[in-house]
C-alpha cells in the first residue's frame, strides 16, 4: 500500500469543508481528520475527532498521538489564541499565522497602526479606548463614518454610520451595553470609503507569495445589497472589479509592503492573508486584513487553483512555498451561493430536514459544502445553523456558472431556506459591458 499522509484540520463550517475537498482533489493519498468537523465532511472521508479536547494543548497531543503530518487550520479564533505557536512547540507542522502575526486581525488597532507606520493605502482613522474622546472625535469629523470594534467579531464588528446619531447609539452600543464584550473594550473609527469591494488572498510562507483569484463577497441578507450585514451569502471569482492592472497595483503597494512590515515587526506572516480591498477613484485601499481563509469566497476560489494543496500548506509552513507546483484556470468561473436558515442574521429555528443534497451534486461541475448542518436521532440531515451549505460551481463562462449553481440550489429544500438571487451580478454586469 502506498504511505498516506496524514491531515487534520481545524474548524467545522463550509470553509473547513471547502479545504477537505481541495485537498482530496490531489492525486496523494490523505487520511483526514477534523476537529469539530461536520456531517458533509464525515461523508467525504474524514474522520472526527472523537476524544474530548479542552485545550489546543490538548489537540497538539491528540495529533502527537496520532502522527499527524499536517495540520490546516480554518477560523480565525484558534489562530488568535496561538494554536500554531502550541503545535508549533510540539515539533508539529500546522499551517497558519503564530499569534503575534494573528494581531493583523486580532486587533483592528495593531493592523490600522501597522498600515499607517509603513504607509499602506487604507481610510483615515484613530484609535479609543474612552467613550468620551471617541465622541469627540466623532463630533469633530462628522458623518458619514465608520465604527469598529478592534477585537475579533466573527466579521460583525464594523458599524456604518450614514448619520451621528447612528454613531453615536453604535459607540452607546459598544462602551455602554458591553455588545461586543472585550472585543469592543478598544475601537477604530475610520472614514466611509467610497467603491466596490475585493477579496485578495494571498497563499505566503513570509517570504514567496502566490496570489489567489479575487473574489467578491456579498455581505448583506437581500438582494441588491440591502438588509442587515451576515458572516456572507455568496462569493463568486474570479471577480472582474479586479482586472491584471489594478491586481499588480494592489500587489506592489499592499502585498509587498504588508509581508514586509510583518518581517519589520518581528511577526512574519505564514498562511494565508486575507486582504478586504476597497476599489476608490483614488486606487486600491485596504478595508482590513483576516489572518485566514473567508467564507464563503473559499468555497469560490479553491476550485480554480490546480495543485497540490497538502504540498501548498506544507510549504507555507516550511518557508518552501517557491518550489509549488501552482497553475489558475484562467478560463473559469466560479460561483457559489450560500442557502441560510430563515430569519439569519438574527433568530432562526434548527432542525428542519434536508433534502435534495445528492440530486444537486448529480448536476456536473459542483459541489455542496456544509456549514450549519447535523444528524437528528433518525440520522437525517438538519439544519443547525445560520447558514446551512453552500452550492459552488464551476464553468468556462460566468453566466453559466451562475446558472448552474442555482440550478444546485433548486434542487435542495428545507424549510424556510433563505438565499441571494443576485450573486455575481455586479460580475455579470461588468463582464458585459
Known sequence: MDFMNSVLIVGGGGRE???????????????????PGNPGMERDGCMLVNQPIGSWDDLAKWACENEIDLTVVGPEVPLAEGIVDVFNKEGLTIFGPSAAAARIEGSKAFSKNLMRKYKIPTADFEVFTAKDKALAYLEEKGAPIVVKVSGLAAGKGAIVCDTLDEARLALDDIFDNKSFGEAGQTVVIEEKMSGEEASVFVLTDGKSYKILPVAQDHKTIGDNDTGPNTGGMGAYAPAPVVDAALLSAIEKEIIVPTLAAMEKEKSRYRGVLFVGIMVTKEGPRVIEYNCRFGDPETQAILPL???????????????????????????????????????????????????????????????????????????????????????SAWAPDLTD????????????????KTFRRDIAAKGLKKSKL
Not at 471547502?18 to 490531489?26: E, F, V, Y
Open 17 to 35: 469543508h471547502a479545504l477537505l475537498k481541495a485537498l482530496l482533489r490531489s492525486d496523494r493519498a490523505l487520511c483526514m481528520f477534523a476537529y
Open 305 to 391: 487553483v490546480q495543485c497540490d494543496w497538502y504540498e501548498a500548506f506544507r510549504a507555507c509552513a516550511k518557508g518552501k512555498l517557491s518550489g509549488v507546483k501552482w497553475s489558475v484556470d484562467s478560463d473559469k468561473y466560479c460561483v457559489s451561493v450560500v442557502l441560510a436558515s430563515k430569519g439569519y442574521p438574527g433568530k432562526f429555528e434548527k432542525g428542519k430536514v434536508i433534502t435534495g443534497i445528492e440530486m444537486a451534486e448529480e448536476k456536473g461541475s459542483l459541489d455542496v459544502y456544509f456549514a450549519g448542518v447535523n444528524l437528528d436521532s433518525e440520522e437525517r440531515l438538519v439544519t443547525n445553523g445560520g447558514r446551512v451549505l453552500a452550492v
Open 401 to 416: 456558472a451562475v446558472a448552474q449553481a442555482y440550478d444546485g440550489v433548486a434542487e435542495i429544500k428545507f424549510a424556510g
